[in-house]
Nanobody
Framework: QVQLVESGGGLVQTGGSLRLSCAASGLTFSMYVMGWFRQAPGKEREFVAAIGRNGGNTYYADSVKGRFTISRDNAKNTVYLQMNSLKPEDTAVYYC???????????????WGQGTQVTVSS
């Protein structure tokens, strides 16, 4: 049974930082592209970042480029999202996802975590 478990969310002030983690089990982690998505209340789930199987390629939404960094540790079956210079508009539930290839589309990812709440206060 595949499980993706996010952690590290919380409440932070504008300009602050958080690091999200997503621990994977039940799948061959190194065979999957990993992505982070987020969903704010009343909005569609949107792409945030993705990372290739060996960590060599990374992709970001324009809204987070230069502020967020995605990384992975295949030995620990874990993907991370370092979020710096946080803004109130970054407030959302953040989800990690595993898919067979890089995509910015949520429908192209096979497995999903349950999400972790990030709230940025102004």
């Amino acid at each position: 049974q595949v499980q993706l478990v996010e952690s590290g969310g919380g409440l932070v002030q504008t300009g602050g930082s958080l690091r999200l983690s997503c621990a994977a089990s039940g799948l061959t982690f190194s065979m999957y592209v990993m992505g982070w998505f987020r969903q704010a209340p009343g909005k569609e789930r949107e792409f945030v970042a993705a990372i290739g199987r060996n960590g060599g390629n990374t992709y970001y939404a324009d809204s987070v480029k230069g502020r967020f960094t995605i990384s992975r540790d295949n030995a620990k079956n874990t993907v991370y999202l370092q979020m710096n210079s946080l803004k109130p508009e970054d407030t959302a539930v953040y989800y990690c996802a595993a898919g067979p290839s890089y995509s910015r589309l949520r429908y192209d990812y096979t497995y999903w975590g349950q999400g972790t709440q990030v709230t940025v206060s102004s």
